[in-house]
C-alpha cells in the first residue's frame, strides 16, 4: 500500500473516531494537519523539487555549452579558453561547497553532474579555440575515467549515468572507427563496465538501487521499437506503417479487456497492475508517443511528410475517425446507463473524444499544413506545435506519477522531457543562440518554479492548521 | 519477514558502508579531483598556445564547406592533400587490420606551399617539423579538419570559399609535433573577416 492509501485509510479512520466520539474535532484536526504536512514534506515536494532542480541544471548546462558552441571568434583565444573553464570551475566550487556545507544528495548529484559535463565542454572547446581536434573516443573516455571517481565521492547516481553514457559513446565511436580490435574492445568493456561494479554492489548492498519499473518500461517500449523496426517492409511508408502499428495493438487492448476506458490513447497506466494487464495498450501508446517524437524534427516536415503522407495518409484518416467515433460512441452508451445526467455523459464522451484526438494531430496537421503556400513558416509552425505536444506530455506524465506517487509514470515522463530536451540541443535546424538563450530560460524557469513551491510550502507549514467546521462535528457522544 | 541474501564479500561491503570520510579528507579527496580534471582539461590548450606563438608557421591549399557539431558549433570542414605522402610505415595487416599512429613530416615546395612529405612510425630525429596522424587502410587521418568559425559567419565562408576553391589556404603552426591552425584565407581575406 503506497503512502497516498495509507493516508485516505488514516482519514477514514480519524471521520471514524470522531463519528463514535473516540477523539475530539481539535485533536482530529491536529493529526490530520501532522500527517498532511509529514506527507508534504517527505514525500510529493522532495520528489517534485528534485525532479524540477535537475532539470533545470541540465537545461542550464546545455544551454551554456550552446551559447560556447557559437564560436565567439571575436573575442581573443585565451579568453575563449578561459570561458570553456568556466562550467568545470563552477562545477568545482559547488562541489566544495557541498563537502563545506555538508550538503545532501541533491546538492552531491548537481555537483557531480556540473563537473562532468563542465570536464566535456572543457575539453571539446580547446579543440575548437585551436581548431585541432583530438580523437572523439578520447574526448569521450578521458572526460568519463575523470568523472568516475565522483561516482564514489558523492555516490552520485547521475554521474553514473553519465559515465554510462559517455563509455557507451566511446565504444560506439571505437566501433565505428575501428580503432580497437574486437579483443580490445572486449576487454575495454570489461575493465570500464566493471569499473561501476563497486558502485553498483554498494547500491544494492544499502538498498538504495530500486525502480525497476523504469527499466520495465523501457525495457517494453524498446522491445515493441525494435520488433517494429525489424518487421518493417522497405516499400512501406513507415509513418503510415506506425499508424497501423499503434492503432491495432490498442484497438486489440480494447477489445480484449472489459475496462476499454484505459486503453485510451490520452490515458497511461498508472499502476503497474494496469500496466501488466494492458500491455498491448501500452507499446501502442509506446509507439504513439515515439510517433509525437518523430514529428518534432524539421527536417521530416521540410523533406518528407509532403510527400510520403500523400498516397495512405487521407484513407488512414478516415479510418481512425471511424474507429475513434466507434469507440467514443461504445463509452458514452456505457457512461450513459452509469449516469442519468445526460450533460455527464456528453462530458465524458467529450474527453473520451479528445482523448482519442491526440492520435488524430499529425495527420490533421499534416493536411493544414500541406494548403500551406509557405514550406517554412509550414515547417516551422509544425515543429513548434509537436515539440510543445511532445514536452506536454513528458511533463504531465512525470506530474502525474509524482502526484499519485508513481514512480515508474514520474521517470518515464522525465525520460520524454531529457529526450526532447536532448534532441532540440543536437538539432541543428535552430540557431545555437536561440537555443541556448531558450535552453537558459527554461532550466531558469524551472529552478525559480522549484524556488517558489519550496517558499510556499514552508508559509504553509507554517499556517496554524484549520478546526474542522461544526457540521464535521459528531453528532452526540463522549466528546459532547 | 525475508532474509537479507549475503554474499562472500558482504562483510567487505558492511565495512565500506559504515565508513564515513571526514570531511577534511572528504574535501582533500575532491580537490586531487579537481587538479587532475583542470589540469588534464587545461594541458591540451598550454601547448597548443605555446605552438600558436612559438611554433613555424606553414601555408596549406585546402578545399572546405560548411557544417556543424552540437558541442561546438559551426564549422569549415576542410581536407589536406596526402595522396603524395611517401608511406615509410611498415604495415603489417595482420595486426589492426592496417591501422596504426604514424608521424607525418612537412616540407615547403618552390611556391611557398606547405605540403606532407612523409609518413614515418616515429617522430623524425633530423629536427623536421611533423604532425601526429593516424594511418588507416591506405589513407590518413589528420587532427586538422575543421575550422571553427562565428554560426553567422560560416555560411558566408563557405559561399567565399565556393566562388574561389582554387585559392583557399590554412595557416598551420608546428611545435614539437603539436599543431594548431591559425588561420584560413581566402587569397588574402582571412576567412574570420568575410562580410555578409
Not at chain 1, 538504495?208 to 518493417?232: E, P, R, S, V, Y
Not at chain 1, 517554412?376 to 511533463?395: E, H, M, P, Q, T
Not at chain 2, 605555446?50 to 564549422?75: L, V
Amino acid at each position: 500500500m503506497t503512502q497516498e492509501k495509507h493516508l485516505q485509510w488514516l482519514n477514514r479512520q480519524m471521520q471514524e473516531w470522531l463519528n463514535q466520539g473516540l477523539a475530539d474535532p481539535e485533536t482530529v484536526a491536529r493529526l490530520q494537519a501532522h500527517y498532511r504536512l509529514k506527507a508534504r514534506e517527505t514525500k510529493r515536494l522532495p520528489a517534485l523539487s528534485f525532479a524540477l532542480v535537475i532539470l533545470g541544471t541540465l537545461l542550464v548546462l546545455l544551454g551554456v555549452i550552446l551559447i560556447l558552441a557559437k564560436n565567439w571568434s571575436a573575442l581573443p583565444r585565451l579568453a575563449r579558453v578561459f570561458i570553456s573553464l568556466i562550467p568545470l570551475l563552477a562545477g568545482i566550487g559547488l562541489g566544495i561547497f557541498t563537502i563545506l556545507g555538508d550538503k545532501g544528495r541533491l546538492w552531491k548529484e548537481i555537483s557531480g553532474l556540473v563537473v562532468s559535463i563542465g570536464l566535456l565542454t572543457a575539453m571539446a572547446m580547446t579543440g575548437q579555440v585551436y581548431h585541432v581536434i583530438s580523437d572523439p573516443s578520447h574526448l569521450f573516455l578521458g572526460t568519463a575515467l575523470l568523472s568516475l571517481p565522483l561516482v564514489y565521492l558523492f555516490s552520485a547516481d547521475l554521474t553514473a549515468l553519465v559515465y554510462l553514457i559517455l563509455i557507451s559513446i566511446y565504444f560506439g565511436v571505437a566501433a565505428a572507427q575501428r580503432s580497437l580490435s574486437f579483443g580490445g574492445l572486449l576487454l575495454a568493456g570489461v575493465l570500464l563496465g566493471g569499473a561501476l561494479k563497486p558502485w553498483l554492489l554498494m547500491q544494492i548492498h544499502q538498498k538504495k538501487l530500486q525502480g525497476h519499473d523504469l527499466w520495465l518500461n523501457l525495457a517494453l517500449g524498446l522491445t515493441g521499437f525494435i520488433w517494429f523496426m525489424a518487421m518493417l517492409p522497405y516499400w512501406i511508408p513507415w509513418q503510415e506503417f506506425l499508424y497501423l502499428y499503434f492503432l491495432l495493438l490498442i484497438l486489440g487492448d480494447a477489445f480484449l479487456y472489459s475496462d476499454a476506458a484505459d486503453t485510451l490513447p490520452g490515458n497511461w497506466p498508472l499502476s503497474r497492475e494496469d500496466a501488466e494487464h494492458h500491455t498491448l495498450s501500452l507499446l501502442g501508446k509506446l509507439a504513439l508517443y515515439f510517433l509525437f517524437y518523430i514529428f518534432t524534427f524539421r527536417g521530416l516536415w521540410l523533406y518528407q511528410a509532403q510527400s510520403s503522407f500523400r498516397p495512405m495518409t487521407y484513407g488512414i484518416l478516415l479510418v481512425l475517425f471511424a474507429l475513434a467515433a466507434g469507440f467514443t460512441f461504445v463509452l458514452y452508451r456505457q457512461s450513459k446507463f452509469q449516469q442519468p445526467d445526460l450533460m455527464e455523459a456528453a462530458a465524458d464522451g467529450g474527453m473520451t473524444a479528445l482523448k482519442w484526438a491526440l492520435p488524430l494531430l499529425p495527420p490533421v496537421l499534416i493536411l493544414i499544413f500541406q494548403k500551406m503556400p509557405d514550406r517554412d513558416a509550414a515547417s516551422l509552425l509544425a515543429v513548434i506545435c509537436f515539440n510543445l505536444v511532445f514536452f506536454g506530455i513528458g511533463l504531465r506524465l512525470l506530474l502525474r506519477g509524482i502526484s499519485q506517487n508513481r514512480l515508474g509514470t514520474a521517470n518515464l515522463g522525465l525520460f520524454f522531457l531529457v529526450l526532447i530536451i536532448g534532441t532540440r540541443f543536437l538539432d541543428i535546424d535552430f540557431s545555437f543562440l536561440v537555443r541556448g538563450l531558450v535552453f537558459v530560460a527554461l532550466g531558469l524557469g524551472f529552478l525559480f518554479t522549484n524556488l517558489w513551491m519550496v517558499r510556499k510550502s514552508r508559509e504553509k507549514a507554517e499556517e496554524p492548521p484549520e478546526a474542522p467546521a461544526a457540521s464535521d462535528a459528531p453528532k452526540g457522544g463522549a466528546a459532547q | 519477514m525475508t532474509t537479507e541474501k549475503r554474499f562472500f564479500f558482504s562483510p567487505w561491503l558492511d565495512k565500506i558502508s559504515e565508513w564515513r570520510p571526514s570531511k577534511v579528507l572528504l574535501l582533500l579527496l575532491f580537490l586531487l579531483l579537481a587538479a587532475l580534471q583542470v589540469g588534464f582539461s587545461i594541458y591540451p590548450s598550454i601547448r597548443s598556445e605555446s605552438a600558436a606563438r612559438n611554433g613555424q608557421e606553414y601555408k596549406f591549399r585546402t578545399e572546405a564547406y560548411d557544417p556543424a557539431d552540437p558541442f561546438r558549433g559551426r564549422y569549415l570542414q576542410f581536407r589536406l592533400d596526402t595522396s603524395a605522402v611517401k608511406n615509410r610505415l611498415e604495415i603489417d595487416d595482420s595486426r589492426s587490420a592496417g591501422r596504426q599512429i604514424c608521424y607525418m613530416t612537412i616540407a615547403v615546395g618552390s611556391d611557398g606551399i606547405a605540403y606532407f612529405d612523409e609518413a614515418l612510425p616515429k617522430p623524425p630525429e633530423d629536427g623536421r617539423d611533423y604532425i601526429k596522424a593516424r594511418y588507416r587502410y591506405g589513407s590518413f587521418d589528420l587532427p586538422m579538419q575543421q575550422y571553427f568559425l562565428d554560426e553567422e559567419i560560416a555560411p558566408a565562408a563557405e559561399q567565399a570559399f565556393f566562388a574561389d576553391p582554387n585559392n583557399c589556404f590554412i595557416i598551420l603552426r608546428v611545435q614539437k609535433g603539436t599543431s594548431v591552425v591559425t588561420g584560413m584565407y581566402v587569397g588574402d581575406l582571412l576567412i574570420d573577416q568575410v562580410e555578409f
